[in-house]
Each structure stands twice: as C-alpha cells, then as structure tokens.
C-alpha cells in the first residue's frame, strides 16, 4: 500500500535545508515583525541541530516530526509553552515546502503541541531534596565551586539556565541598593533586568571568581573547565548535565524534577520565608500576578515528603 501524501518523505541535503530555511524565513514570513521571525529563527535553528543530528534519517514524515517533539520534551526537558512554539514554526516550514510544491501534504499538521499549562508542570524540590542536595555537592575544585555557585543562583535567586549562560563577570555589581546580576532572559536582545543576590549566593560567586583569580569583567561568568573547551562560556546543556548529575548523587532525581524545578523552587522558599507576593513577583521576573500565584497556591509543597509529591501534579 503507497504512503499517504503527509507520509511521502522528503530528502534534503543539509545545504538544501538551510537554503529553505533562509527563504522561509526572509520570504514566506516577509510580512510578520522582526520579534516574529527572530522567535521562528531561534526555533528552527534548534530544529536545524536536530536536522544534523539525525544524519539523513529526517525525512518529513509525520513520525519524524513526532519524534522531533520527543526530543523536546525528553532529551531538552523544553516547557510545554517552549514545545508548542518549537513546533509551529516547523509546521510552518512544513506549509511554505507544501507551497513551494516540496511536500503534498503537511506531516506536522498532526502533531499538537502540548496544551499551555495553567499550573507548572515540572515538579519542585522539597526541603529534604534541597539538603540533600546540597550536601551531594563538594566545593574543593574550581568545576565544584561553579556548580554549587550556579545551583545557589538558581535556587535561591530564581535564575534559569540562559540568564547564567549569558552573564558575564561585569554583570555581578555591587550597587548601593545591594549585590545585583544584570540578565538577558529568554526572548530578550540586552540586558535589561537585575536579579538581585542574597549573601550566602553573592558568597557562593565570590569562591567561584577567587578560585578563577577574578577574571576580567568582559569573561563569562560561569566558563567550562574541561582540557578542550578550557575558558570558553558554558552552554546550557552542560549546565543541565551536571545538575541531573548532581541530583542522581543526591538521590532526589524522579519523574518531574529537572534542573529548571530549582528556578521554581526559588519562588516556594520566599513565599514560605513570608516574602510578600508582590516581591516575589518582581524576582521572578514574572509579566503578571496570575503566574506568581501558580506558586502561591503550591507553595505548602515545599515541605511535603517527596514520595507524596510524586503522584500530584504542578
């Protein structure tokens, strides 16, 4: 039995690829605004890494797509939000080869994007969790003073994997309001917020530059110590992999919690350390209240037994 139209593959080459993928984006999206086509870039700039990886396996057919939604969802550990953005921009490359005449059907047409949530769906670390955790960690070597610097940024400052692969040792400053890190979050083109520091985080980045001899400010602030890639910025992937590996030492790794869960947690620690929701709403970095009080309502969590929170949902 033939295939059907949406399951008819498509062979191309990487150069052919990229070829379609710069007139997709400079011609059929000719019409939408540079935020747009910057948010289909990025994309598919993700789905063209994911292109590479496949070596010629990637072929435009509905199961394909399927699993390039799998290895969002499961090797990237994207949001829901980040997994359905990721996929209509490739259901829309898939229209403009459809009407380019390359495809006769739409093979992602099928595949949904998840639901945007209204609770978080990653789970959260509990008080036990963050112990453990904690003391899973060393602090002897240089690599053991960056990620326990980095966990502290994340955990107790609400800080997500870009903003720490972004900044650089100038952002850390000392300002007569308080010790501060200028970001660039997601979405973003500059730096234009501070996350404020707490001291047992300022401390934290402290060790990690002295153990670096104070680099200049123009350094990134957290740099891979690895004999190949020795100095250069770390990228977000590697900041992932040593936390689910620092979380399996410390015996707290589940279904639910990822390296992102202990940006959530941030939120749960000041709203239990009776931190007004408003204030929790700027250090989030939150666009409105109603996200803020996702984590209000949740935030008995944080001394739940983890086994309990298992089986509830975020």
Request: aromatic share 6%; charged share 30%.
């Amino acid at each position: 039995m033939p295939p059907s139209a949406s399951d008819a593959p498509l062979e191309l080459s990487l150069r052919e690829l990229r070829r379609h993928l710069d007139a997709f984006l400079t011609e059929y999206l000719s019409d939408k605004s540079d935020e747009t086509v910057g948010t289909y870039r990025r994309s598919l700039n993700t789905f063209q890494k994911w292109f590479i990886q496949r070596q010629g396996r990637f072929q435009f057919t509905e199961d394909d797509v399927r699993a390039y939604k799998q290895y969002l969802m499961e090797e990237r550990e994207l949001s829901q939000v980040s997994v359905s953005t990721y996929l209509t921009a490739v259901r829309r490359l898939c229209q403009y080869l459809v009407d380019a005449g390359h495809l006769n059907e739409n093979p992602a047409k099928a595949v949904k994007g998840n639901r945007r949530p209204d609770t978080h769906t990653r789970k959260v670390l509990t008080e036990s969790d963050i112990e453990a955790l904690l003391d899973a960690m060393d602090d002897a070597t240089p690599i053991d003073k960056r990620d326990v610097a980095i966990v502290y940024c994340m955990l107790y400052a609400g800080m997500s994997e870009i903003e720490l692969v972004r900044a650089d040792v100038g952002d850390f400053e000392h300002t007569l309001m308080g010790d501060v890190l200028r970001v660039q979050g997601k979405g973003r083109t500059v730096k234009d917020e501070q996350v404020p520091l707490d001291p047992p985080v300022v401390e934290r980045i402290e060790a990690y530059l002295q153990a670096r001899e104070r680099p200049n400010p123009d350094k990134p602030l957290f740099i891979s110590h690895g004999r190949r890639s020795k100095g250069k910025r770390l990228k977000t992937r590697s900041i992932r992999g040593r936390i689910n590996q620092h979380m399996k030492a410390a015996e707290i790794k589940r279904p639910g919690i990822t390296p992102h869960s202990l940006t959530h947690t941030a939120a749960l620690i000041w709203l239990n350390r009776g931190m007004p929701l408003e204030q929790v709403k700027e250090r989030m970095r939150h666009g409105t209240l109603d996200t803020t009080m996702i984590y209000y309502k949740k935030q008995g969590l944080l001394k739940r037994d983890p086994e309990e929170l298992d089986d509830m949902e975020l």
